[in-house]
């Protein structure tokens, strides 16, 4: 009788929350006259995302190339109303033009649960904002010029590394390699430890590092749609052993450092000083420095924090699109070819692979925006309605708290702005014909005021080894490498399923 009555109730309770999410949540799109997609209960228009069925960039690339002729798609991420923004004036609208109603990503950040989620990428409102002046210094051309030996050493490590493969004309997993090549400047970067993960592949760090990225398919709709629920369930996005690797590593860093009065040009030094005095040296000594920042320094959890996404982005996008790179250069020989020739005069005419010969090398500037094009590491953009808009052109009110995603590979790949999208070719990047594209058909890192930070960092890291490696090796397809590459549904990023394998043999 009680097993009963509890099947009874819970009929009844499933019947109510099936009307509810019928009648009153998924009538949100169509009370507003937007074009939506059929959801379906409880999931919305997810179901593929949280099965693992489909990488969300080329879940979200599909929607657009189908529907991208009504300007906006209104979709349902579980419980939550998400516009996707397939117009390039309403994408320029939302990352910059109307910044203050859409200046929040709307990720998880959880400070208290996740000290680690508490970074640049994901910070809210006042508190990104007051992050991203103070990180802004950081970043200066003057900065990273202090940076680039740490970079180019890595670059020699790595191109010495490969030279028996290279004799032995063996093939090699491009992936692995690169993202061993990225971990060891990061971490020299952002803690001021040589890794020697590209010697030593089992190193923690490049399994920590692996291990960010690797997560279970309901983890990534989650965290980009709807973290609400894994707060709700006091879920950290980051893994406590990574976060408590990290922590105390960090800390014992800052520690020795001041033990031992170690200076030296890299991140780490950076956030010592934001932690120290709350600002940055300048580049000149001429240039005035904000000491009222003293009162808002930074505590070792929120430099943590920072360094904690300098070493995942990092780590993860430049290996991500050098991989890429050398996948196309090496089905593209006369790319390659073209590409090599211009590093090798340009090296020759500055006596080695320096700073400013790295900023002369404009086709392979292209190659890997091209790169970025086809390849996009994070293949969507997110934000959140912040404050109640009505959105331009299209007539439509967006209240607070409505999701917002932006296709970037479904833009990056769209035949009417880029022809035969699938062909690689740098020449798109020619000025003249970026000058005729819409500014906003070119996302790989973002744009607006939430523009990624380490933009010219991430180009100078991946030139750095793409430069080290074609100055002295050749590159084919390996057999095993697919053509077209299928993309892995466990990551957030784009990455081949089952790596990119390729032949490499001396010059």
Not at 119 to 137: A, C, E, I
Not at 359 to 379: A, D, G, S
Request: charged letters at 25%; a neutral charge; glycine letters at 4%.
């Amino acid at each position: 009788m009680v097993l009963v009555e509890l099947i009874g109730a819970s009929v009844v309770a499933l019947s109510i929350v099936y009307l509810y999410y019928k009648f009153v949540i998924f009538n949100f799109w169509r009370k507003r006259g937007v074009f939506y997609l059929e959801p379906v209960v409880p999931t919305g228009n997810i179901t593929n995302l949280i099965l693992g069925k489909v990488q969300v960039g080329v879940f979200l690339h599909d929607i657009y190339i189908k529907y991208k002729h009504h300007g906006v798609i209104g979709t349902y991420s579980l419980f939550k109303p998400n516009l996707i923004i397939a117009d390039h004036d309403l994408v320029q609208t939302v990352l910059t033009k109307e910044f203050a109603s859409f200046h929040d990503r709307g990720t998880y950040c959880n400070e208290k649960l996740d000290p680690l989620s508490a970074h640049l990428f994901s910070m809210p409102g006042k508190k990104w904002r007051n992050m991203r002046v103070k990180m802004t210094p950081t970043f200066t051309s003057g900065k990273l010029k202090q940076m680039f030996p740490i970079l180019q050493e890595c670059g020699e490590k790595l191109a010495e590394y490969l030279e028996c493969k290279a004799k032995m004309k063996d093939s090699i997993e491009v992936k692995d390699i690169f993202a061993r090549y990225t971990t060891d400047v990061i971490t020299s970067m952002a803690l001021g430890i040589k890794t020697n993960c590209i010697e030593e592949p089992n190193n923690e760090f490049c399994t920590k590092g692996k291990k960010v990225f690797e997560m279970s398919p309901i983890w990534i709709p989650l965290f980009i749609f709807v973290p609400q629920v894994m707060e709700f369930f006091s879920i950290p996005f980051t893994d406590r052993s990574v976060t408590k690797f990290y922590m105390n590593l960090f800390r014992d860093n800052v520690e020795h450092r001041r033990a031992h009065n170690i200076v030296r040009y890299d991140f780490m030094n950076l956030l010592m000083q934001l932690m120290e005095r709350g600002y940055v040296d300048p580049d000149d000594d001429k240039e005035a420095t904000n000491e009222s920042s003293t009162k808002s320094r930074l505590t070792m959890a929120e430099a943590a924090a920072q360094s904690y996404i300098f070493f995942i982005a990092g780590f993860e996008t430049s290996s991500t699109t050098a991989t890429f790179a050398l996948y196309e250069l090496a089905q593209n020989h006369d790319i390659q070819d073209k590409a090599r020739k211009e590093i090798d005069e340009i090296v020759k005419e500055h006596g080695g692979l320096t700073y400013d010969a790295l900023n002369e090398m404009t086709y392979l500037h292209k190659v890997v925006k091209e790169t970025m094009r086809k390849y996009p590491p994070l293949p969507v953009l997110n934000r959140t309605c912040t404050k109640e808009i009505d959105l331009p052109t299209i007539n439509i009110r967006i209240p607070t708290g409505t999701l917002i995603t932006i296709p970037v590979l479904g833009l990056h790949r769209d035949p009417s702005v880029y022809p035969d999208p699938d062909k690689f070719d740098p020449e798109r990047f020619n000025v003249d014909v970026v000058a005729e594209r819409h500014p906003y058909a070119y996302l790989p890192f973002g744009e607006g005021p939430r523009i990624c930070i380490g933009t010219r960092f991430g180009y100078m890291q991946t030139k750095v080894g793409l430069a080290s490696l074609l100055s002295k090796y050749k590159f084919s397809l390996h057999p095993r490498t697919r053509v077209p590459v299928i993309f892995s549904e466990k990551y957030l990023v784009l990455s081949a399923k089952d790596g990119v394998h390729l032949i490499i043999e001396p010059r």
